[in-house]
């Protein structure tokens, strides 16, 4: 079983940011994909960008100039840098991972922009 466990969300301003962050049990070395998603209430979950073994990230238009994905193979984690926050980035975000056919989640981390 693969455990991922977010952290670094909260309450920002708009035009503000946020790093978040997405521990992982496993080497993320070995990951098929990488990923972070986010839900806002009453919407579908959505990809906000992707990070694929060996290929290259792709983001949602929305994150497009905005939010940049890294990782740190050495610590086992995951970041989303997220600059330039509007309301409508008010979500909880999910780190997600693939190792061969499974997809493991984390728990969430609720990101709320607003003045």
């Known amino acids: 079983q693969v455990q991922l466990v977010e952290s670094g969300g909260g309450v920002v301003q708009p035009g503000g940011s946020l790093r978040l962050s997405c521990a992982v049990s496993k080497s993320i070395f070995s990951a098929n994909a990488l990923a972070w998603y986010r839900q806002a209430p009453g919407k579908q979950r959505e990809l906000v960008a992707r990070i694929p073994s060996g290929g290259i990230t792709n983001y949602a238009d929305f994150a497009k100039g905005r939010f940049t994905v890294s990782r740190d193979n050495a610590k086992n984690t995951m970041y989303l840098q997220m600059n330039s926050l509007k309301p409508e980035d008010t979500a909880v975000y999910y780190c997600?991972?693939?190792?061969?056919?499974?997809?493991?989640w984390g728990q969430g981390t609720q990101v709320t922009v607003s003045s």
């Open positions: 997600n991972a693939l190792y061969f056919l499974t997809n493991y």
